[in-house]
């Protein structure tokens, strides 16, 4: 590199120089000079970028030389002194090293999900469901498990600016008062409050608190992926929102219409905990549920489903239509159905009439409202409601017809009509409908401010940007879908100071206060419970100690009912009555409920009342949705949009768990792709990886392509929630933005697209390239008939019999022998256990580009093998830690011993001893082993490491790592256990993968124990060992699949395959 | 064996007919005690190094820079910089280790068994190939150190020391084996090696012209006079030392085989490993030696040491290991269709017609088609030609090792955790570093060693048969 002056003294006489009108001419020229530029790049204009240069760098090494040779002159001073400060009281139950689980809930897109969250010494380490919550029982999504990563994300906004300048929180809310104030005598009429979908009871009294002051202001919730077409969908059925409760353990035969209602939603854990149990081995099978799937997109429920049909999206109302008329409901004009789906109908109106009141019709949230209607009314003529559906209120505060508020909105902020905009979480600017504008017309209004976790698309383009406190962090309540409150309780105090919508509401309708105060004043109002102490007033519970990190108050050890499946460390702090039975309980009649509720997380009796509702008598006479002609078919490909299954609705785009998690069916990681079925693909001559640029009206969107086999013909599938520009480190750049193609129109579905290849291509990273089963026994499956006949068909598909190889006889153990079971008649491959286990063991996030060379990291992995005809085929799940063989291969081959046996059957890694030959992985069967190639440990982000679990070791480089049967959970149990001598109850160890679980596939146990779950499920004639003919006798062992298919549809079904083929 | 009739011969470069029909001498006639020594020492001892040696050296060196280079970022970055993954957890580091241990063997090979079996020819290559081992072997040990992931701790935590911990290597494991296989035979190559260049060293002691000279080979000569005595002890240790050295010959490759045979995976879990691999080793480090052979008589004028006897006979060797490294290929295939084992069985049709196929027909092409020339003498006179071949039986023992480990491990058992594994750039410098630090070595060697045993050419001189033979 040249030099060139470029000192500012330079500069500026030459500007001096210059005069006149020539001045700013020569300034503009000025600025184009290489010379000016090095200076405007040079941010520490001496010697910064000294490395480039040959002369400086000599100088700089000479200098970095002499101070590393005096380096060690240094070495003889003191180190500085640091004071650590022990208890000086200790907080009552915390013992280090003894983990204590709060009872919170998460919310999102308008329904809570009740959670435990474990805490290490003031810090949450690890998120598990509530086994007392209605909608949870313990179990979790992906989208909670990998929230505790957003917790700690570094990336997080963690000051309050204005312009870009830093404020204190006050000078916003002084501000905020002061237009509010000004707009009291217009009551309002400027105000316009945007949310997402709010299900917190205390947010949404406030919000209504604040229209009641300024009646003429507005709020307005947009929900990118909420619940319009179903809420819609409601109101065409029974012309009021409603929400539909289904009871899927009761129902014998279920129907999806496009719904993948087993996964997605707040209600998916639910759905697949009670279709699990009629599924599961060890249930009743003579009871087995029948799920038929009709959809556009391959599901995780339709992966389960004994009868699966894909259809393009628009034909599902056609099909519903035809459906339903043969039920019996008036369903207006009836389009004509492809041939596939024309011969389903009769067998399954054949099936769900023969399980009259133990059936249930289930619509898709991306199914226009009439399928909805249609499906209500469906359920009705089936004497269904009562029996598997219920109707109740909505979960939501306030159901609004989202769309319409956010066309509204956006008129309003064209026309200038809108003052003051204060967006409370969300994104609006990315996910709002790309006819809208909406980043155009946000900048017409003068005051813009947003709350949210990062400072993101739309904080880019308001003044104000105000850090939200995370979940985690603040006090709140949100409605369980089905009703239920949970008081929101924080884990930590904010870590960057962030604020809770219900603090931003208050500070600028009226004062600063806490959210604590907030929810207990809005709770106290409505229980009418006095929050004063009958007796003298003893201090209440205060709101976060002194200390940073500290948990916040009402800390309880896991609830007594939690027993069973609560991590040991848990349950030896006292009882809480033991807390509140100090000598004097000075507590008031409020605070009694209250921490009853925090205890258990949840507000008892607060789940909806069942609602009857009539079926409006002809629900289905709106005309087909968009005008199509559902018959025929319509010119071009049709789009559906789905919410991306690890990101969202880009929300979590910067969550880099979510990111890496590979995605249930396509196994797509750090990106999404347009879904195209095979046969479209080849019709097209498109293959996995080939860009193309769909077009629609005039919008374009570029994205590759992914070949997904069960992709309805003709239809792309787009996942919402990548392409983020300002999402974070781990966010931006990954994936393609999809939302310019969606519009008010269309947010679900798009007709009409075209596809145009670019020619380029773009490298998609999968972490499972290969989906056949390449004709292996791996996965084992009969039906219900074969099964009936044959008890014994998954042992009969061993390939070689093993018995009798050693000379020594097998090794006995008498103690605990710990195994595991999975079953994979009811796993949906949700990715739950993944997360859980990455988030349990510390396991790193590699990035793309290592993912591309086969070095994820994940302890656990789910295989998905596809069989039968691509276009349509059977998709099994089955998800792989390690198999902690009896016989290891691993452990004969590793020279050092670094991998070795414990007693208890545990095939166990020292970390420590590991030298990394990876002949171990390579000497694997099952390739569970995986090797840190490069330090893929983040050990520089301090918030990174509060959210590491003490129990288990940080890898770091070179070293071989695994699956342990989470061998930390297993050791508090043995040492609550050994405190109480006794021994280790069944089900006192559960795995991170086994307690996410909301199908309870996973059972873990000591299979020692005849009388343990784990043991009686692998006596079962279902269970069986991954390659068992190598004799390496894994502890963890399958469950082979039993279909329930419908006798009259197989054969259809079949000929449907042929056709297809 | 037909060393001892010698054919007269006048050596005319025209007679080439007749060339073509008669087995050629071990040494060109009309050579004495003298003009050997002379030759041979004037390679070591002249002032004036060849300016083709310089630019050799250059190159050679220049990637032995760029080896050093690797292992900096290696050690500083983690193996990561190389392509493998999983699960292909093994890969150019271990082909490359296994290809440079199958190269050693020929020196050994020839010292050992060739002496035990009295067989002249050997007399001429033996000592190059007897520094090729070493430096093969060299280049091999690095890699089972730097391929693992913390080799500042697999320096010694593979080896067997007491300490404090009560901690010990575990001693099923191949990798273990071959620690010990690969230091013994290095250990005792050299001591082989370095026996036999004591008398030859007294050799350059006694005719160097400079003092460094004088004082180096004198050192290393352990005060050699030359006594009947010397040589009684010399013979002996020689002797002792070959029948050591013999059964390595067969035990390190089948050691190195180990590492595959004894895992579980299909392609590796074979009992015929063992032969296989020795007599691929053999084949490879004959090939080495030829490769070597052929430039180092042409450009120091050796044609009268290294005839086309010796050519042809390790060509002969060549062609029967090479048949047997075949035989080997065609019995992988059978057992794979006998076995009926369906692991087995995609295994072998993966490695026929799976994304490698192509790397597979390439081996096949090489190592049971091409080596077939080697029947035609026409063929074993060309000696361009031969060091065409020679080279590309090189690569297709290469290619053999990539097939056995990449494709063996990239498709195993669950079809779910199948992928590819393709080389980094640092994978290319690792492996041509260490050809950069085999010929850095070997330039070094040639220029201030002896490369052909002087005092053991002088017993295959004419002259020598006055003379009761002693040796050989």
């Given at each position: 590199m040249t030099r060139g002056p470029h000192d500012i003294d330079a500069l500026r006489a030459r500007l001096d120089s210059t005069r006149g009108r020539q001045y700013w001419r020569s300034l503009e020229s000025l600025a184009e000079t290489a010379e000016f530029k090095e200076f405007l790049h040079r941010e520490f204009p001496q010697n910064a970028s000294e490395w480039l240069d040959p002369v400086g760098r000599r100088s700089f090494l000479k200098l970095m030389g002499a101070s590393l040779a005096l380096a060690g002159v240094s070495a003889c001073t003191r180190q500085p002194t640091e004071a650590i400060v022990p208890y000086v009281r200790q907080p009552e139950e915390l013992v280090p090293g003894k983990p204590l689980f709060y009872a919170t809930a998460m919310p999102m897109s308008g329904a809570g999900m009740g959670l435990l969250v474990e805490?290490?010494?003031?810090?949450?380490?690890?998120?598990?469901?509530?086994?007392?919550?209605?909608?949870?029982?313990?179990?979790?999504?992906?989208?909670?498990?990998?929230?505790?990563?957003?917790?700690?994300?570094?990336?997080?906004?963690?000051?309050?600016?204005?312009?870009?300048?830093?404020?204190?929180?006050?000078?916003?809310?002084?501000?905020?008062?002061?237009?509010?104030?000004?707009?009291?005598?217009?009551?309002?009429?400027?105000?316009?409050?945007?949310?997402?979908?709010?299900?917190?009871?205390?947010?949404?009294?406030?919000?209504?608190?604040?229209?009641?002051?300024?009646?003429?202001?507005?709020?307005?919730?947009?929900?990118?992926?909420?619940?319009?077409?179903?809420?819609?969908?409601?109101?065409?059925?029974?012309?009021?929102?409603?929400?539909?409760?289904?009871?899927?353990?009761?129902?014998?035969?279920?129907l999806s219409l496009d719904a993948d209602f087993l996964c997605a939603g707040a209600a998916g854990l639910k759905h697949a905990r009670g279709f699990a149990s009629r599924r599961r081995v060890e249930g009743d099978r003579t009871q087995a549920n029948r799920l038929y799937a009709v959809e556009s997109t391959p599901t995780s429920t339709g992966s389960r489903a004994d009868h699966r049909l894909p259809l393009r999206p628009s034909e599902v109302e056609g099909f519903a239509r035809a459906l339903a008329a043969q039920l019996g409901v008036s369903a207006g004009a009836m389009p004509m159905v492809p041939d596939a789906a024309a011969q389903w109908i009769a067998p399954l109106v054949k099936d769900l009439q023969a399980h009259r009141g133990q059936s249930v019709v289930i619509a898709g949230e991306g199914q226009p409202p009439v399928v909805h209607a249609l499906a209500h009314a469906m359920n009705d003529a089936l004497g269904n409601v009562g029996a598997t559906v219920v109707y109740t209120q909505t979960a939501e505060a306030q159901p609004m017809n989202q769309l319409s508020g956010l066309q509204e909105l956006v008129g309003e902020m064209y026309a200038g009509t809108v003052e003051f905009l204060l967006i409370l979480g969300g994104n609006p600017v990315y996910t709002a409908p790309a006819d809208l504008n909406f980043a155009v017309a946000m900048q017409r209004v003068p005051v813009r401010a947003h709350l949210s976790l990062y400072e993101d698309e739309t904080s880019a383009l308001c003044q104000w940007h105000v850090p939200e406190a995370h979940f985690l962090e603040a006090w709140s309540d949100v409605r369980g879908d089905e009703g239920t409150v949970t008081i929101i309780q924080p884990l930590i105090a904010p870590l960057y100071g962030g604020k809770s919508a219900h603090e931003v509401i208050a500070a600028i309708a009226d004062r600063e206060r806490s959210g604590y105060e907030l929810v207990r004043e809005y709770w106290s109002r409505e229980t009418g419970l006095s929050t004063q102490p009958p007796a003298p007033a003893p201090a209440p519970v205060a709101p976060t100690a002194g200390r940073g990190l500290a948990p916040?108050?009402?800390?309880?050890?896991?609830?007594?009912?939690?027993?069973?499946?609560?991590?040991?460390?848990?349950?030896?702090?006292?009882?809480?009555?033991?807390?509140?039975?100090?000598?004097?309980?000075?507590?008031?009649?409020?605070?009694?409920?209250?921490?009853?509720?925090?205890?258990?997380?949840?507000?008892?009796?607060?789940?909806?009342?069942?609602?009857?509702?009539?079926?409006?008598?002809?629900?289905?006479?709106?005309?087909?949705?968009?005008?199509?002609?559902?018959?025929?078919?319509?010119?071009?490909?049709?789009?559906?949009?789905?919410?991306?299954?690890?990101?969202?609705?880009?929300?979590?785009?910067?969550?880099?768990?979510?990111?890496?998690l590979p995605k249930a069916l396509t196994k797509l990681t750090w990106d999404n792709a347009a879904l195209v079925s095979p046969?479209?693909?080849?019709?097209?001559?498109?293959?996995?990886?080939?860009?193309?640029?769909?077009?629609?009206?005039?919008?374009?969107?570029?994205?590759?392509?992914?070949?997904?086999?069960?992709?309805?013909?003709?239809?792309?599938t787009l996942h919402l929630g990548y392409g983020r520009t300002r999402a974070g480190r781990a966010g931006n750049g990954t994936g393609f933005n999809v939302n310019p193609l969606r519009t008010t129109a269309a947010l679900d579905i798009l007709t009409g697209v075209e596809l145009v290849k670019t020619g380029e291509t773009y490298q998609l990273a999968s972490t499972q390239d290969h989906w056949s089963l390449e004709g292996r026994n791996l996965v084992r499956v009969a039906?219900?008939?074969?099964?009936?006949?044959?008890?014994?068909?998954?042992?009969?598909?061993?390939?070689?019999?093993?018995?009798?190889?050693?000379?020594?006889?097998?090794?006995?153990?008498?103690?605990?022998?710990?195994?595991?079971?999975?079953?994979?008649?009811?796993?949906?491959?949700?990715?739950?256990?993944?997360?859980?286990?990455?988030?349990?063991?510390?396991?790193?996030?590699?990035?793309?580009?290592?993912?591309?060379?086969?070095?994820?990291?994940?302890?656990?992995?789910?295989?998905?093998?596809?069989?039968?005809?691509?276009?349509?085929?059977?998709?099994y799940h089955q998800p792989m830690p390690c198999q902690q063989c009896e016989n290891a291969p691993c452990e004969v081959v590793c020279p050092v011993n670094a991998t070795v046996h414990s007693d208890e059957g545990l095939n166990d890694m020292v970390y420590n001893r590991c030298v990394g030959t990876r002949y171990c992985s390579n000497n694997c069967p099952y390739k569970v082993r995986r090797f840190n190639f490069l330090l893929y440990q983040d050990w520089n982000t301090p918030s990174l490491w509060l959210q590491r679990n003490p129990d288990v070791t940080v890898r770091s480089r070179g070293v071989m790592e695994k699956c342990t049967y989470c061998v930390q959970r297993i050791n508090h149990a043995r040492v609550a256990a050994k405190l109480d001598d006794r021994p280790i109850r069944d089900g006192e160890v559960v795995t991170a993968c086994q307690s996410a679980c909301p199908t309870e596939a996973i059972v873990f146990g000591n299979i020692n124990d005849p009388n343990s779950r784990v043991a009686r499920l692998k006596a079962s004639s279902l269970n069986y060992s991954l390659l068992a003919e190598l004799n390496s006798r894994p502890r963890t062992t399958y469950m082979a699949i039993v279909r329930n298919p419908n006798t009259d549809l197989e054969p259809a079904a079949a000929s449907a395959a042929e056709e297809g083929a | 064996m037909a060393g001892s009739q010698e054919h007269p011969h006048d050596g005319a470069a025209g007679a080439s007919e007749g060339a073509l029909r008669m087995t050629p001498a071990v040494i060109a006639p009309g050579h004495t005690f003298e003009s050997v020594t002379d030759k041979i020492s004037g390679i070591v001892l002249t002032k004036r190094t060849p300016i083709g040696w310089f630019f050799g050296f250059a190159i050679a060196f220049a990637f032995l820079m760029l080896m050093n280079l690797t292992i900096g970022k290696l050690l500083l970055t983690g193996i990561g910089i190389w392509g493998n993954n999983v699960p292909v957890g093994w890969a150019f580091d271990i082909i490359n280790f296994v290809w440079w241990i199958g190269i050693g063997h020929a020196g050994t090979l020839i010292s050992a068994i060739l002496l035990l079996f009295r067989q002249q020819w050997r007399t001429s290559i033996n000592r190059f190939a007897e520094a090729m081992?070493?430096?093969?072997?060299?280049?091999?040990?690095?890699?089972?150190?730097?391929?693992?992931?913390?080799?500042?701790?697999?320096?010694?935590?593979?080896?067997?020391?007491?300490?404090?911990?009560?901690?010990?290597?575990?001693?099923?494991?191949?990798?273990?084996?071959?620690?010990?296989?690969?230091?013994?035979?290095?250990?005792?190559?050299?001591?082989?090696?370095?026996?036999?260049?004591?008398?030859?060293?007294?050799?350059?002691?006694?005719?160097?012209?400079?003092?460094?000279?004088?004082?180096?080979?004198?050192?290393l000569s352990l005060g050699w006079r030359g006594s009947a005595r010397h040589w009684h002890r010399y013979e002996m240790a020689y002797l002792l030392l070959a029948g050591i050295s013999t059964p390595l010959v067969l035990s390190v490759h089948s050691v190195v085989s180990f590492d595959f045979a004894v895992s579980v995976l299909p392609g590796w879990h074979s009992t015929i490993f063992p032969p296989y691999f020795v007599a691929g080793a053999i084949y490879s480090g004959f090939a080495m030696v030829m490769t070597l052979?052929?430039?180092?008589?042409?450009?120091?004028?050796?044609?009268?040491?290294?005839?086309?006897?010796?050519?042809?006979?390790?060509?002969?060797?060549?062609?029967?290991?090479?048949?047997?490294?075949?035989?080997?290929?065609?019995?992988?295939?059978?057992?794979?269709?006998?076995?009926?084992?369906?692991?087995?069985?995609?295994?072998?049709?993966n490695r026929m017609t799976g994304p490698y196929g192509t790397l597979y027909w390439s081996l096949i092409a090489i190592n049971a088609a091409m080596i077939q020339l080697f029947w035609f003498?026409?063929?074993?006179?060309?000696?361009?030609?031969?060091?065409?071949?020679?080279?590309?039986?090189?690569?297709?023992?290469?290619?053999?090792?990539?097939?056995?480990?990449?494709?063996?491990?990239?498709?195993?058992?669950?079809?779910?955790?199948?992928?590819?594994?393709?080389?980094?750039?640092?994978?290319?410098?690792?492996?041509?570093?260490?050809?950069?630090?085999?010929?850095?070595?070997?330039?070094?060697?040639?220029?201030?060693?002896?490369?052909?045993?002087?005092?053991?050419?002088?017993?295959?001189?004419?002259?020598?048969?006055?003379?009761?033979?002693?040796?050989?």
């Open positions: 805490s290490h010494e003031g810090r949450p380490t690890k998120i598990e469901g509530n086994p007392d919550h209605p909608s949870s029982r313990g179990a979790t999504d992906v989208f909670a498990q990998a929230a505790i990563l957003g917790l700690y994300d570094p990336d997080r906004s963690q000051t309050l600016t204005n312009l870009g300048e830093i404020r204190p929180f006050g000078t916003f809310a002084g501000a905020a008062r002061s237009i509010l104030a000004s707009q009291r005598p217009s009551q309002g009429v400027g105000i316009r409050i945007l949310t997402e979908t709010i299900a917190s009871p205390t947010l949404a009294a406030q919000l209504r608190g604040l229209l009641a002051q300024y009646p003429r202001a507005k709020w307005v919730q947009w929900e990118p992926v909420g619940r319009h077409n179903g809420r819609e969908g409601s109101r065409l059925a029974f012309g009021e929102y409603a929400d539909a409760q289904y009871a899927i353990e009761k129902a014998t035969v279920v916040a108050n009402a800390s309880q050890p896991a609830p007594a009912g939690n027993a069973a499946r609560a991590v040991a460390g848990g349950q030896a702090a006292p009882a809480p009555q033991a807390v509140a039975a100090a000598p004097v309980p000075l507590v008031s009649p409020f605070d009694r409920e209250w921490r009853k509720w925090l205890h258990d997380g949840l507000v008892p009796n607060t789940a909806f009342a069942p609602r009857t509702l009539l079926v409006a008598g002809n629900v289905a006479a709106a005309p087909v949705a968009g005008g199509l002609p559902a018959s025929g078919r319509a010119t071009g490909l049709e789009v559906v949009f789905r919410p991306d299954p690890g990101v969202y609705d880009g929300r979590f785009a910067n969550n880099a768990w979510l990111q890496e046969a479209t693909a080849a019709r097209l001559a498109l293959v996995s990886g080939d860009l193309v640029e769909l077009r629609q009206g005039g919008r374009t969107v570029r994205i590759p392509v992914w070949l997904a086999p069960g992709q309805a013909p003709d239809t792309l039906t219900a008939a074969q099964f009936a006949e044959d008890p014994q068909f998954a042992r009969k598909m061993e390939l070689q019999p093993i018995n009798g190889l050693t000379m020594y006889g097998d090794f006995k153990n008498d103690g605990y022998a710990w195994g595991m079971t999975i079953d994979q008649n009811v796993c949906t491959g949700c990715n739950a256990c993944v997360v859980a286990c990455q988030a349990e063991n510390n396991v790193p996030v590699v990035g793309k580009t290592q993912v591309l060379n086969g070095r994820e990291m994940h302890w656990l992995r789910i295989d998905r093998y596809y069989t039968g005809d691509l276009e349509n085929p059977d998709t | 081992t070493l430096f093969a072997v060299a280049c091999a040990a690095m890699f089972p150190l730097l391929h693992t992931g913390r080799p500042w701790l697999a320096a010694y935590w593979l080896l067997p020391y007491p300490n404090t911990m009560g901690l010990w290597p575990q001693f099923r494991s191949p990798l273990i084996w071959d620690v010990f296989a690969v230091t013994t035979y290095f250990t005792v190559s050299l001591l082989f090696w370095f026996t036999g260049l004591v008398p030859d060293m007294a050799t350059l002691r006694d005719r160097a012209q400079s003092r460094a000279g004088r004082v180096i080979f004198g050192v052979a052929i430039p180092l008589r042409k450009f120091y004028g050796l044609e009268d040491f290294i005839t086309m006897r010796h050519i042809h006979n390790m060509t002969k060797i060549m062609l029967v290991t090479g048949m047997i490294v075949a035989y080997g290929y065609a019995n992988e295939a059978f057992f794979a269709w006998y076995s009926a084992n369906p692991y087995e069985g995609y295994m072998m049709s003498r026409r063929v074993r006179n060309n000696i361009g030609l031969l060091f065409v071949l020679s080279l590309l039986v090189n690569v297709g023992m290469w290619l053999e090792r990539f097939i056995i480990i990449v494709t063996s491990l990239h498709r195993d058992f669950l079809p779910s955790s199948w992928d590819m594994y393709a080389p980094t750039r640092w994978d290319f410098a690792m492996f041509t570093g260490t050809i950069g630090l085999f010929l850095s070595l070997f330039f070094l060697f040639i220029r201030f060693l002896p490369a052909i045993a002087i005092f053991e050419m002088r017993t295959i001189v004419p002259q020598a048969k006055l003379q009761p033979e002693h040796h050989g």
